[in-house]
Every structure is written in C-alpha cells, then in structure tokens.
C-alpha cells in the first residue's frame, strides 16, 4: 500500500475538514470559460468530420454518432471526476487522486503517461491548422508557408499556456463562437 507518509499527506490534507478551508482550489475558471474549453477539448467544431460522412454509411450515422458518443463519453466521465473532485479537492486532479490510491512508482507512471499522450496529441493541432490552410491557398505556395502555420500555432498556444488557465479560457471561447 501508500506509504505512511503518504497516508498522513493524505488525511492531512483530505479528511481533516479544517484543511479543507485552509486550503481550497483557487478557481480560475468561470462557467463559459470552461464549458468553451470542454468543448474544444472534446470536439473542437465539425473539422475533419468530412471524411466520417463518406466512410460512415452517410450523414445521418454521423450526426447520431457525433451526438449519442460524447454523452455515453462524457457523462461517466463527469460523474467519476465529481465524485473524486468533492472527495479530494484539489487542483492536482488524476495525479493527485493515484497519488492517494497507488504507489509513487505507479503515480509517475501515470503521469508520464499523461505527459506522453498530450505531447503525440497536441503535434496534431499545427499540422491539422498547416493541411487546413494549403487546401485554402493554390498548389504554388512557398513551402515555407506550411512551416511558418506550424510555428505561428506552437508560439501562440505556448503563449496562451505560459500566461495562464484565464487566457486559455478566454481563447476556448473566442474558437468555440469561430468554430
């Protein structure tokens, strides 16, 4: 099991109702905020959803997958968070909830895991953007346009990153209205 040191962190910092008070999750988003980041988290507009019609059987096995499978998605997932956020608040979210469950070796696993799937997860977003803006220009663009689309995405998204959760927030909404 956790090691005792752990365990003390653990009811220290989560079963002990004071440290609740002492200690809450500052809250950085609002409603809309995080709602438009779920949302772009998630489905991100009707991009690439062109090639799902053709390959789907036609718009109508499309439309219903595109509406049923995010509820049978997201609704055990924001029941399962829930309840592990109200038991655990804090802004550490799954790292902090293995952390209380595993050991330390499954925790770094876990976390590498995480860092691994949004490294391969969001080297998509410039190259999507790139393939998006060469079928809007003509076949005899510079080839250095695609490159400069690439590095224009990474800076302004490590921008928006590097200043903070509200900025994000603020962005989702923008793409969420655009999208």
Request: hydrophobic share 50%; net charge negative.
């Amino acid at each position: 099991g956790p090691c005792p040191e752990l365990m003390s962190l653990v009811e220290h910092e989560f079963l002990i109702p004071e440290a609740w008070t002492q200690h809450e999750p500052k809250k950085s988003l609002g409603f809309w905020r995080l709602l438009s980041l779920l949302y772009l988290v998630t489905c991100c507009g009707a991009y690439a959803t062109e090639e799902m019609v053709g390959a789907g059987g036609g718009p109508l096995p499309s439309i219903v997958g595109l509406v049923v499978l995010p509820w049978l998605w997201g609704i055990p997932t924001a029941l399962g968070v829930a309840e592990l956020a109200t038991a655990m608040p804090s802004n550490g979210g799954a790292v902090v909830w293995i952390n209380c469950t595993y050991p330390s070796c499954i925790t770094g696993a876990a976390a590498m895991w995480s860092v691994l799937l949004n490294v391969i997860d969001n080297a998509i977003y410039p190259n999507l953007c790139a393939d998006y803006l060469m079928q809007v220009l003509s076949d005899d663009t510079d080839p250095w346009v695609p490159i400069c689309c690439k590095v224009v995405v990474v800076v302004v998204t490590c921008a928006a990153n590097i200043l903070g959760v509200g900025v994000v927030g603020d962005m989702s909404t923008i793409f969420m209205v655009l999208c």
